[in-house]
């Protein structure tokens, strides 16, 4: 597996995470636990423009993935 499938394959599992997390602070009807899993979710989209830039950069370094 190349690096760029790896990042790939990364990027799609932490957007699926978010999704999950949303999902779980909608089934919760205690505030503290939505919270939690907004608070994680939004940590984990916080995350996912450094992934894609990191992808970018591997783009651009390896001309096969070009």
């Given amino acids: 597996m190349t690096t760029k499938t790896r990042i790939e394959q990364t990027v799609a599992g932490a957007q699926s995470l978010v999704g999950q997390l949303?999902?779980?602070?909608?089934?919760?009807?205690?505030?503290?636990?939505?919270?939690?899993?907004?608070?994680?979710?939004?940590?984990?989209?916080?995350?996912?423009?450094?992934?894609?830039?990191?992808?970018?950069?591997?783009?651009d370094e390896e001309p096969q993935f070009r």
Avoid: F, W
């Avoid at 919760?28 to 992934?51: G, H, R, S, W």
């Fill in 22 to 59: 949303k999902s779980c602070a909608l089934d919760t009807d205690v505030p503290a636990v939505k919270d939690m899993y907004n608070n994680m979710a939004k940590q984990v989209e916080e995350i996912i423009p450094t992934l894609r830039g990191r992808l970018g950069h591997v783009k």
